[in-house]
C-alpha cells in the first residue's frame, strides 16, 4: 500500500470558549495541513495519484477557512474550532468529494510547529 501526501495552509482566527488562559482571547494561527491518501496501486507511469490533484482537493476542503474567523463559521456552532475539530471538518469536506483509486487516510493539522493534531476513520 502506498500513502500519498501533501500539504497545505491557511491562516485563521479562533478563540476556545472555556479555555483557562490566553487561549481563550481572539487570535490567529497560520495552521499547515497534512492530507494523505491511501492507494494499492500505481498507474501506467508509476504514480498513484498526482500530487497537484490532491493540493487541489485538499485547498478546496480548505477553501472558505482562509483569514476568517473559524468561530463563526456553521460547521463550528456549537463547537470549539480546535485543531482536532479543524482536522475533523477537512477530513469530512474531502471525503465527500473524494472519488478515484483513493481513499482518504488521515488529515493532519498543524496549530504551531510543534502541535498538530491527527484524524481519521
Ligand atoms: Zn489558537
New binding site residues.
Given amino acids: 500500500m502506498f500513502i500519498i501526501s501533501i500539504k497545505t495552509d491557511f491562516s485563521a482566527a479562533?478563540h476556545?470558549q472555556g479555555y483557562k488562559g490566553n487561549?481563550s482571547e481572539l487570535?490567529g494561527?497560520n495552521y499547515h495541513v497534512e492530507v494523505s491518501v491511501r492507494a494499492h496501486k500505481v498507474n501506467s507511469i508509476g504514480m498513484c495519484v498526482d500530487f497537484r490533484n490532491l493540493k487541489e482537493i485538499a485547498e478546496t476542503a480548505i477553501s472558505g477557512l482562509d483569514h476568517k474567523n473559524l468561530n463563526t463559521l456553521p460547521f463550528f456552532k456549537g463547537k470549539n474550532p480546535t485543531a482536532e475539530h479543524i482536522a475533523q471538518f477537512i477530513f469530512k469536506r474531502i471525503t465527500d468529494n473524494l472519488k478515484g483509486s483513493f481513499s482518504l487516510d488521515s488529515v493532519k493539522v498543524w496549530?504551531t510547529d510543534k502541535y498538530a493534531v491527527t484524524y481519521s476513520e
Fill in positions: 479562533h476556545i487561549c487570535h494561527h496549530e
